[in-house]
T-cell receptor, first 117, second 111 residues
Framework: EAGVTQFPSHSVIEKGQTVTLRCDPI?????LYWYRRVMGKEIKFLLH????????ESGMPNNRFLAERTGGTYSTLKVQPAELEDSGVYFC???????????????FGPGTRLTVT | GEDVEQSLFLSVREGDSSVINCTYT??????LYWYKQEPGAGLQLLTY?????DMKQDQRLTVLLNKKDKHLSLRIADTQTGDSAIYFC???????????FGTGTRLQVFP
């Protein structure tokens, strides 16, 4: 079974440019999450999709970030325009839509390292 | 608010035991997790513990939970060089899917 994949693995852009990150969850997983780790700090939750709907977007830092999941399969996270503080590693995770004993295992992708110069 | 704290670095000799500590603040946490991140790889779930448990053992891994002090630890017995990685503590609750992570502890194992 293929795991969560993310593209690109690394992106270097200039301040003010636009970048789009892509995440392909594990097939059949309705839940998709985006997280971000800024240099040396904790991994922070950005948002959660259930199929194509945004269940929780409380972690989105500002309106420069736009996440979509059209059709409920892969998801994109667009940053426009990018700022220096957006640099970090963006992780995507997915999980099934049911859980035993409320235990949801989130399977993480390798992350996209974004560098804004 | 929700907060998870970990020390940043730990260095141990191969064959010794490693203990990575974590404190959290959310008393409504249902599960507490340990994730491992190796270089260039994603986060791999190592183990988890339900909040009404005190201890969980899985081969070389032992998780201890002190719910009163909101303290979680991960002990790795007979630490090997392949255990070198960043270890993240995380908490979750049944009423939300989001995980709250700590900063991660970088474990370095030297021969």
């Amino acid at each position: 079974e293929a795991g969560v994949t993310q593209f690109p693995s690394h992106s270097v852009i200039e301040k003010g440019q636009t970048v789009t990150l892509r995440c392909d969850p594990i097939s059949g997983h309705d839940n998709l999450y985006w997280y971000r780790r800024v240099m040396g700090k904790e991994i922070k939750f950005l948002l959660h999709f259930v199929k194509e709907s945004k269940q929780d977007e409380s972690g989105m830092p500002n309106n420069r970030f736009l996440a979509e999941r059209t059709g409920g399969t892969y998801s994109t996270l667009k940053v426009q325009p990018a700022e220096l503080e957006d640099s970090g590693v963006y992780f995507c995770a997915s999980s099934q839509d049911w859980a035993q004993d409320f235990f949801y295992e989130q399977y993480f992708g390798p992350g996209t390292r974004l560098t804004v110069t | 608010g929700e907060d998870v704290e970990q020390s940043l670095f730990l260095s141990v000799r191969e064959g010794d035991s490693s203990v990575i500590n974590c404190t959290y603040t959310d008393s409504s946490s249902t599960y507490l997790y340990w994730y491992k991140q190796e270089p260039g790889a994603g986060l791999q779930l190592l183990t988890y513990i339900f909040s009404n448990m005190d201890m969980k053992q899985d081969q070389r891994l032992t998780v201890l939970l002190n719910k009163k002090d909101k303290h979680l630890s991960l002990r790795i017995a007979d630490t090997q060089t392949g255990d070198s990685a960043i270890y993240f503590c995380a908490e979750g609750s049944y009423n939300t899917d989001k995980l709250i992570f700590g900063t991660g502890t970088r474990l370095q194992v030297f021969p």
